[in-house]
């Protein structure tokens, strides 16, 4: 049991990881790493965090790890480590809709929302 | 491709206009100025969070509504970004209304219909947020929120540079713990007007203050408390003083008054009520009221002929020379015991 669940929040950071990476590869483009690690941290210290995993979240101009929640996450469960970035995801979405209405938005809701699925698909498993 | 780079060199021209101006009201006219080639916008706004002053810079077409409409906007983005509720009562507005060129296109009926606002990070504090305003809906693309992101990040970078040349202007001229002119800026107003009396045959008095037993009480009370009672003198000061006089922090409890076009009377009646002041305005140590007490010596052209501004406060010295001497909390004058120079004789 114990396994399994690290086994599947193990897909699940990998998936969020990769999810959070193509934000930041779009986002630096758009509006540079400043304001990418601000809002990232905005929407990171406005989600809430039952299970402290939030706080291994690394975010810096070079990018953001889950390296640290990786290493942290075999006690907890995976709809709660789903929850917790997906929380992450959506309150980073919304500071882009208020600060640039669907500008940043347009450009990755095709590459975001298709991970997003897959996430409660895992989460269901 | 043309699009591109013509919209390119817009760019760099925003931007060195932005990075040559260092007052916050010339950089918004010289980005505001620039912006709409470059954007579909009806106005540029800028709220700074350290003052609170919204800056919008608007299309002269453009209705109250619409300004209003900005505002709200951009005071609610500023707010979300720094996790407090903002108050429109709170805010300084100031609207700059001109003529936008090239004239916008597809304009709708004078509504924000959209909008892109960055904030402005030094450090990973907010200074402020910026933003663009368009009456058109979907105004913004990908490229623009670019540009507007290099805009957001050179603005910043100017307003830093600019706190710094405004801090290092703020220690050249006041004292830091009274917020009283300090010792050097005291020196060229005391010339300038020195000169002015002497040229333009006006009264100059001068007023010397040193609060009783100061050091005592910092022994008493400790250095934390020795500079409330300083603080404490200079708003006295302040307060006791008219609006065209001048007082400066001359070093350690003294300080200086500088009464243009006042003779002696009047400066006696001044420095009067600033010992009055000061005896009547106790301050409260913990439980206990401390009564503060000062002693004041007045020089005054043309009750005195001093050769320069070094030796009329020489004269206010000697005069709160003798107050003290006198037993404190009193105010003495200076009298010449010599005959006029020069200067007083050309005066007189």
């Known amino acids: 049991m114990g396994r399994k669940r690290t086994k599947i929040n193990l897909e699940l950071i990998d998936l969020y990881s990769s999810l959070l990476n193509e934000v930041w590869g779009k986002g630096s483009e758009l509006i540079g790493e400043t304001l990418l690690v601000f809002f990232t941290l905005l929407a990171i210290n406005r989600t809430p965090d039952k299970t402290s995993i939030l706080r291994g979240i690394q975010v810096s101009e070079d990018g953001i790890s889950l390296e640290i929640v990786r290493k942290q996450c075999q006690d907890v469960s995976p709809d709660d480590v789903h929850r917790a970035l997906q929380g992450v995801v959506k309150n980073l979405f919304n500071v882009f809709t208020v600060i640039t209405e669907n500008v940043i938005n347009r450009e990755l809701f095709s590459t975001v929302l298709p991970k997003l699925r897959e996430a409660e698909k895992i989460v269901s498993r | 491709m043309r699009i591109i780079f013509k919209n390119l060199r817009i760019l760099s021209t925003i931007i060195?206009?932005?990075?040559?101006?260092?007052?916050?009201?010339?950089?918004?006219?010289?980005?505001?100025?620039?912006?709409?080639?470059?954007?579909?916008?009806?106005?540029?706004?800028?709220?700074?969070?350290?003052?609170?002053?919204?800056?919008?810079?608007?299309?002269?077409?453009?209705?109250?509504?619409?300004?209003?409409?900005?505002?709200?906007?951009?005071?609610?983005?500023?707010?979300?970004?720094?996790?407090?509720?903002?108050?429109?009562?709170?805010?300084?507005?100031?609207?700059?209304?001109?003529?936008?060129?090239?004239?916008?296109?597809g304009s709708s009926g004078g509504r924000l219909k959209s909008h892109i606002s960055l904030p402005l990070i030094n450090e990973g504090k907010v200074l402020g947020c910026a933003s663009l305003n368009s009456e058109t809906?979907?105004?913004?693309?990908?490229?623009?929120?670019?540009?507007?992101?290099?805009?957001?990040?050179?603005?910043?970078?100017?307003?830093?540079?600019?706190?710094?040349?405004?801090?290092?202007?703020?220690?050249?001229?006041?004292?830091?713990?009274?917020?009283?002119?300090?010792?050097?800026?005291?020196?060229?107003?005391?010339?300038?007007?020195?000169?002015?009396?002497?040229?333009?045959?006006?009264?100059?008095?001068?007023?010397?203050?040193?609060?009783?037993?100061?050091?005592?009480?910092?022994?008493?009370?400790?250095?934390?408390?020795?500079?409330?009672?300083?603080?404490?003198?200079?708003?006295?000061?302040?307060?006791?003083?008219?609006?065209?006089?001048?007082?400066?922090?001359?070093?350690?409890?003294?300080?200086?008054?500088?009464?243009?076009?006042?003779?002696?009377?009047?400066?006696?009646?001044?420095?009067?009520?600033?010992?009055?002041?000061?005896?009547?305005?106790?301050?409260?140590?913990?439980?206990?009221?401390?009564?503060?007490?000062?002693?004041?010596?007045?020089?005054?052209?043309?009750?005195?002929?001093?050769?320069?501004?070094?030796?009329?406060?020489k004269f206010a010295d000697t005069a709160l020379y003798e107050a003290k001497g006198k037993g404190r909390n009193r105010v003495c004058f200076y009298v010449s015991t010599n005959p006029p120079s020069t200067k007083g004789v050309l005066w007189g």
């Open chain 2, 137 to 313: 809906p979907n105004a913004f693309d990908a490229q623009a929120l670019q540009f507007f992101s290099l805009i957001a990040y050179q603005t910043t970078s100017s307003m830093k540079a600019s706190q710094v040349i405004s801090s290092m202007k703020d220690m050249a001229v006041y004292d830091t713990l009274t917020r009283l002119y300090n010792r050097s800026h005291l020196n060229q107003v005391l010339e300038a007007e020195f000169k002015k009396a002497l040229i333009e045959k006006h009264p100059l008095s001068v007023i010397m203050v040193d609060i009783d037993h100061f050091k005592a009480i910092n022994d008493r009370y400790g250095h934390d408390e020795g500079d409330r009672f300083l603080v404490h003198v200079a708003s006295l000061l302040k307060a006791s003083l008219r609006k065209h006089d001048i007082v400066a922090r001359f070093g350690g409890e003294e300080f200086v008054v500088v009464l243009p076009r006042t003779i002696m009377k009047d400066a006696l009646v001044i420095a009067e009520r600033i010992r009055r002041s000061a005896e009547g305005t106790p301050l409260a140590v913990g439980k206990e009221e401390v009564h503060l007490t000062v002693s004041l010596g007045i020089a005054a052209i043309p009750a005195v002929w001093p050769e320069s501004k070094e030796e009329l406060i």
């Open chain 2, 16 to 105: 060195n206009a932005i990075h040559s101006n260092v007052e916050l009201p010339k950089i918004i006219e010289a980005a505001g100025s620039k912006l709409p080639h470059l954007f579909n916008i009806s106005a540029f706004s800028i709220l700074l969070r350290k003052d609170l002053d919204l800056y919008i810079y608007c299309d002269e077409s453009t209705s109250q509504l619409f300004t209003d409409e900005v505002a709200r906007n951009t005071i609610k983005t500023l707010g979300f970004l720094i996790g407090e509720q903002l108050r429109p009562e709170q805010i300084r507005t100031h609207i700059e209304r001109k003529r936008f060129e090239p004239r916008r296109m």
